[in-house]
């Protein structure tokens, strides 16, 4: 994630401390790629960071922890109080099932366009995603006139 302003931010600055967690967290197996395989802490990892900003302070804090450490084990992420350790095992493991290899490997269909008339009633409705904007009140632009002539008829 860079700027215009800048080459390297914050984020940039915590990915070989990410690499770090990545290698702990999803080594890959005989048959799944690992997480720094598939990149699980740069540009996926940037897509989830993107969906869910509350996620970006954590995850920078804990690619800079684990930087610091040098090397990283799984213990030492256990003992990780939970503000840190969730946040970013949550953002690593999702951008790691954003990738297509993974999904290949797991011999999944790779995610599309879904038709409204196969979602599930909870997909279609939720009193959560309806709340902010029933809060908010009708917002919407009147449609404008149609101009009059001198005759009283309407111009299409």
């Known amino acids: ?41 740069e540009r996926l990892l940037d897509q989830v960071l993107a969906a869910d ?31 840190t350790r969730e946040p970013v095992v949550f953002a690593l493991t999702a951008a790691y099932y954003m990738s297509s290899a993974v999904y290949k490997a797991l011999k999944l269909p790779l995610p599309g366009p879904r038709p409204i008339r196969q979602a599930t009633e909870d997909e279609k409705y939720s009193e959560e995603l309806l709340a902010p904007v029933r809060s908010r009140g009708a917002i919407y632009v009147g449609a404008p006139t149609r101009p009059v002539t001198d005759q009283g008829v309407d111009h299409p």
């Open 53 to 83: 900003p509350a996620l970006v302070a954590p995850v920078i804090a804990a690619g800079r922890r684990a930087g610091d450490a040098i090397s990283v084990t799984l213990d030492d992420v256990q003992i990780w109080d939970a503000e």
């Open 1 to 41: 994630m860079t700027t215009p302003d800048n080459d390297v931010t914050e984020i940039d600055s915590a990915r070989p401390g990410l690499a770090l967690l990545v290698d702990v967290l999803l080594p890959g197996t005989d048959t799944l790629p690992s997480g720094r395989e598939v990149g699980a802490h």
